[in-house]
């Protein structure tokens, strides 16, 4: 799938598609470092913002050694992606009306990250 990061209208840069993308479609695996909690509790309170959680005791920095996906951003309404974790690997994957060439890949970061 062809994504591209430029500035984004929602914040700092984003991911956006450089084609349509259908419904259901893997766009891209979030990538990164992989540290434990102790480790990414420590960069978060440093400031660091790309830091997913895979599982119990294991996170992804997508800061340090990582890829495009860290530039997909939060939209709590109407997010047109989904995350899905697959077997100790996180993928954005595009939402029920899929997304459209040229727009922000964007999904929930929830509810941990951004309290309602």
């Given at each position: 799938m062809k994504v591209v990061v430029k500035k984004s209208k929602i914040?700092?840069?984003?991911?956006?598609?450089a084609e349509e993308i259908p419904?259901?479609?893997k766009i891209i695996e979030y990538k990164g470092e992989r540290i434990p909690d102790k480790v990414a509790f420590a960069r978060i309170a440093e400031g660091a913002d790309c830091i997913f959680e895979l599982g119990e005791n294991r996170s992804i920095d997508g800061a340090s050694r990582g890829n495009e996906a860290r530039f997909a951003n939060h939209r709590r309404r109407n997010p047109n992606c989904f995350i899905l974790r697959d077997k100790g690997r996180i993928w954005i994957v595009a939402g029920i009306e899929g997304v459209a060439a040229g727009e922000e890949i964007t999904f929930d970061y929830g509810s941990t990250f951004y309290p309602r």
């Open positions: 914040h700092g840069m984003g991911l956006f598609a419904w259901g479609t």
